[in-house]
């Protein structure tokens, strides 16, 4: 039933607000020991704001919690729960491969095997078809970023000189 | 006004800065005709680029590439019926089925004349409304601008979607996210967890670019565009004949009016006005039953409620530094970067500067209207082409540009981390505004509340005692009680899956 799925996530949002709310509330403790430490006397310090926000959090939480055990999320007026696809994985993963290069291949390499990564697991594309677009496009980001706009990107990383 | 006006136009029509707003508006534009990426997407995905440039230079390229995507929305409504973002929803109803008649050129050339009309008479307004509201906010301390925050965040909570508990979750999401790093005060650290990077908090461009560039890239690259554009424009330079010209005058102005004025309150973005303004429209028509079927008002008032809607957006970003929609939050970092602080100072120190923004956006405009209509065709198929080819394009831009703002290779990985809460946030249906206005805001409102308690001994009395602190928490209380109205309404009524929502 998606009327039950959509309950759950909600729930589940719900929880990790209250999660998310207690650990604000643990930090601000830790603050405001850190405020102790330092001799601050003031009206409202800064353990008192994350301390304020934590609280909010929880209160609104709760509404929230209520809300979703009450009344269907349709009737709450909130849009449906969309279902979730496999097709950003993909871009996900070799967004996540490019950070991890970027810092030892340099730009124009991390940034071609993103391109072909992402263009050549699609499997509409040959992959001669899917290299020779990643270059091109790679050219053409090389021509705008490092060229143009003057990026000083750590541009062939260890490779380069 | 007029000599500074004067020599804000002298500035911006210089051939260097009609060039950035040439490319300005082509790039909004190209990025406005994808469909789901508006001009916050635009902006945030941007605004890296621009910050290698002079700050003029890169506030005119900002404010062209602002109007570009306000263009490039309706045009692929109109034309191949996929509203290039939220507020060109309302556009696809009359829109597309207009092109279907073979009056696709005039439905664009109408969209295009009366954007040009709203933005340009609602430019004229800011530049007679901003200064001396911004001088009013001379009468403001610390408690009047933390009233006027919470007013501002109540209302953005409570209008930016259909259920305000979600809308004030994600405020608080976004006002917590400020605490990361040294307190703006005193300088304590908060949830750092020992980590230098975070000492300095979250920048607030990658965490823009994430969850408005590379969360909207994610979600369209599920789906695969199948797009059709429908037949050939009959002219290379559409233009409308009297009789659309005559019928859509009236349509245009209440639009104007309707977009200028609601968009003067936060929360009251382009996709509620646009709303509004077709809902008002269909009312007064003598043939309300055309409305859906291609009725030429039914496209010239939502555009120009668009566009006068995000002109008069920027007033209270002027005046008082306080975004209404997302894409001015990204144009308040935008002038924060280059040290500029909105409100009196803005129109006194930085007088040169603020007048050639506002000549830009005329300029700006003037160059969507020249470039856009002539370019249409092309437009059109470029929001054809698969999102499994432009997606990865855009999602290295924007992970390129994010690492170029301030060549940090953490805010590559905020810019990812950012972009999976953005994707995981539309698909479960919460708005991200109230997020990132949290989060633009969050320091300010830290400061002034802290601030404010520490002028009165730490009594709350503080904010009922002072006339405009408090009548801005009564606005706020008025928001709430809407928001709940509005909510219950909706509950009651069990609004349609489609009703207004704005991203």
């Given at each position: 039933m998606p009327e039950d799925r959509a309950r759950r996530v909600d729930l589940a949002l719900a929880t990790g607000f209250a999660?998310?709310?207690?650990?604000?509330?643990?930090?601000?403790?830790?603050?405001?020991?850190?405020?102790?430490?330092?001799?601050?006397?003031?009206?409202?310090?800064?353990?008192?704001?994350?301390?304020?926000?934590?609280?909010?959090?929880?209160?609104?939480?709760?509404?929230?919690?209520?809300?979703?055990?009450?009344?269907?999320?349709?009737?709450?007026?909130?849009?449906?729960?969309?279902?979730?696809?496999?097709?950003?994985?993909?871009?996900?993963?070799?967004?996540?491969?490019?950070?991890?290069?970027?810092?030892?291949?340099?730009?124009?390499?991390?940034?071609?095997?993103?391109?072909?990564?992402?263009?050549?697991?699609?499997?509409?594309?040959?992959?001669?078809?899917?290299?020779?677009?990643?270059?091109?496009?790679?050219?053409?980001?090389?021509g705008l970023f490092v060229v143009a706009l003057g990026v000083p990107f750590p541009v062939l990383g260890r490779f380069g000189i | 006004m007029d000599a500074g006006l004067l020599q804000g136009f002298a500035n911006a029509l210089s051939p260097v800065n009609v060039g950035w707003a040439l490319l300005g508006s082509l790039v909004g534009t190209l990025i406005g005709v994808l469909p789901g990426l508006g001009p916050a997407s635009a902006l945030s995905i941007l605004l890296p680029v621009t910050l290698h440039l002079p700050p003029d230079a890169a506030l005119i390229m900002m404010m062209a590439i602002y109007h570009g995507a306000q263009y490039g929305g309706s045009t692929t409504a109109i034309l191949i019926n996929v509203p290039g973002e939220a507020s060109s929803v309302a556009t696809c109803l009359d829109g597309y089925p207009l092109a279907r008649q073979g009056r696709g050129a005039s439905a664009l050339a109408i969209v295009a004349i009366g954007s040009f009309v709203a933005a340009t008479a609602s430019i004229a307004l800011l530049g007679w409304i901003a200064p001396p509201l911004a001088n009013l906010s001379l009468l403001f301390g610390p408690p009047e601008y933390f009233a006027l925050l919470l007013a501002s965040l109540v209302a953005l909570a409570g209008f930016s979607g259909p259920s305000p508990v979600r809308g004030a979750l994600a405020a608080l999401l976004g006002l917590l996210l400020t605490t990361v790093g040294l307190d703006p005060l005193d300088g304590i650290p908060r949830f750092t967890f020992g980590s230098m990077n975070l000492m300095t908090g979250f920048d607030i461009v990658p965490v823009l670019i994430g969850l408005f560039g590379v969360g909207e890239v994610l979600r369209s690259m599920e789906s695969d565009l199948k797009a059709v554009f429908v037949g050939r424009l009959a002219r290379w330079f559409p233009m409308p004949s009297r009789a659309e010209l005559a019928a859509s005058a009236a349509p245009i102005t209440r639009g104007s009016v309707i977009g200028f004025v609601l968009g003067l309150l936060p929360g009251m973005g382009s996709s509620v006005t646009t709303w509004i303004a077709y809902d008002v429209e269909r009312r007064v028509s003598r043939t309300p039953e055309r409305f859906g079927h291609g009725e030429i008002a039914g496209v010239a008032s939502p555009e120009a409620a668009n566009n006068a809607t995000a002109i008069s957006g920027m007033i209270p970003l002027m005046a008082f530094g306080i975004p209404t929609v997302p894409a001015l939050a990204i144009m308040l970092a935008a002038l924060q970067i280059y040290g500029l602080q909105p409100g009196p100072l803005l129109f006194e120190q930085h007088a040169a500067f603020t007048w050639t923004v506002i000549a830009a956006m005329f300029v700006g405009n003037a160059i969507c209207l020249v470039l856009n209509l002539p370019l249409v065709g092309l437009w059109a198929r470029i929001a054809s082409v698969p999102y499994r080819l432009l997606g990865p394009l855009i999602l290295i831009v924007a992970l390129v540009a994010a690492y170029g703002a301030r060549n940090s290779l953490f805010d590559v990985w905020v810019v990812i981390a950012f972009g999976l809460l953005g994707y995981l946030?539309?698909?479960?249906?919460?708005?991200?505004?109230?997020l990132i206005l949290g989060l633009v805001l969050g320091p300010m409102f830290e400061s002034s509340l802290r601030q404010s308690l520490a002028m009165s001994g730490g009594s709350l009395a503080i904010f009922a005692q002072r006339p405009l602190s408090a009548g801005l928490l009564a606005v706020g209380?008025?928001?709430?009680?809407?928001?709940?109205?509005?909510?219950?309404?909706?509950?009651?009524?069990?609004?349609?899956?489609?009703?207004?929502?704005?991203?």
């Amino acid at each position: 039933m998606p009327e039950d799925r959509a309950r759950r996530v909600d729930l589940a949002l719900a929880t990790g607000f209250a999660l998310l709310g207690v650990l604000v509330l643990l930090e601000a403790r830790r603050v405001r020991e850190a405020v102790a430490d330092s001799g601050l006397v003031e009206e409202l310090d800064p353990a008192d704001f994350v301390a304020l926000l934590g609280w909010a959090l929880l209160a609104v939480t709760a509404v929230f919690a209520i809300a979703a055990l009450r009344r269907s999320r349709e009737a709450d007026g909130a849009p449906p729960i969309e279902p979730l696809s496999r097709r950003p994985l993909v871009p996900l993963a070799s967004m996540l491969g490019f950070a991890a290069l970027l810092p030892w291949a340099g730009f124009t390499l991390a940034t071609f095997a993103f391109l072909a990564a992402v263009l050549a697991l699609d499997s509409r594309y040959r992959p001669a078809v899917a290299l020779a677009a990643a270059g091109a496009i790679t050219a053409l980001l090389h021509g705008l970023f490092v060229v143009a706009l003057g990026v000083p990107f750590p541009v062939l990383g260890r490779f380069g000189i | 006004m007029d000599a500074g006006l004067l020599q804000g136009f002298a500035n911006a029509l210089s051939p260097v800065n009609v060039g950035w707003a040439l490319l300005g508006s082509l790039v909004g534009t190209l990025i406005g005709v994808l469909p789901g990426l508006g001009p916050a997407s635009a902006l945030s995905i941007l605004l890296p680029v621009t910050l290698h440039l002079p700050p003029d230079a890169a506030l005119i390229m900002m404010m062209a590439i602002y109007h570009g995507a306000q263009y490039g929305g309706s045009t692929t409504a109109i034309l191949i019926n996929v509203p290039g973002e939220a507020s060109s929803v309302a556009t696809c109803l009359d829109g597309y089925p207009l092109a279907r008649q073979g009056r696709g050129a005039s439905a664009l050339a109408i969209v295009a004349i009366g954007s040009f009309v709203a933005a340009t008479a609602s430019i004229a307004l800011l530049g007679w409304i901003a200064p001396p509201l911004a001088n009013l906010s001379l009468l403001f301390g610390p408690p009047e601008y933390f009233a006027l925050l919470l007013a501002s965040l109540v209302a953005l909570a409570g209008f930016s979607g259909p259920s305000p508990v979600r809308g004030a979750l994600a405020a608080l999401l976004g006002l917590l996210l400020t605490t990361v790093g040294l307190d703006p005060l005193d300088g304590i650290p908060r949830f750092t967890f020992g980590s230098m990077n975070l000492m300095t908090g979250f920048d607030i461009v990658p965490v823009l670019i994430g969850l408005f560039g590379v969360g909207e890239v994610l979600r369209s690259m599920e789906s695969d565009l199948k797009a059709v554009f429908v037949g050939r424009l009959a002219r290379w330079f559409p233009m409308p004949s009297r009789a659309e010209l005559a019928a859509s005058a009236a349509p245009i102005t209440r639009g104007s009016v309707i977009g200028f004025v609601l968009g003067l309150l936060p929360g009251m973005g382009s996709s509620v006005t646009t709303w509004i303004a077709y809902d008002v429209e269909r009312r007064v028509s003598r043939t309300p039953e055309r409305f859906g079927h291609g009725e030429i008002a039914g496209v010239a008032s939502p555009e120009a409620a668009n566009n006068a809607t995000a002109i008069s957006g920027m007033i209270p970003l002027m005046a008082f530094g306080i975004p209404t929609v997302p894409a001015l939050a990204i144009m308040l970092a935008a002038l924060q970067i280059y040290g500029l602080q909105p409100g009196p100072l803005l129109f006194e120190q930085h007088a040169a500067f603020t007048w050639t923004v506002i000549a830009a956006m005329f300029v700006g405009n003037a160059i969507c209207l020249v470039l856009n209509l002539p370019l249409v065709g092309l437009w059109a198929r470029i929001a054809s082409v698969p999102y499994r080819l432009l997606g990865p394009l855009i999602l290295i831009v924007a992970l390129v540009a994010a690492y170029g703002a301030r060549n940090s290779l953490f805010d590559v990985w905020v810019v990812i981390a950012f972009g999976l809460l953005g994707y995981l946030l539309r698909k479960i249906g919460w708005p991200p505004a109230p997020l990132i206005l949290g989060l633009v805001l969050g320091p300010m409102f830290e400061s002034s509340l802290r601030q404010s308690l520490a002028m009165s001994g730490g009594s709350l009395a503080i904010f009922a005692q002072r006339p405009l602190s408090a009548g801005l928490l009564a606005v706020g209380a008025v928001a709430i009680a809407g928001a709940a109205w509005f909510a219950h309404r909706r509950r009651a009524r069990r609004a349609p899956p489609d009703a207004p929502d704005w991203a």
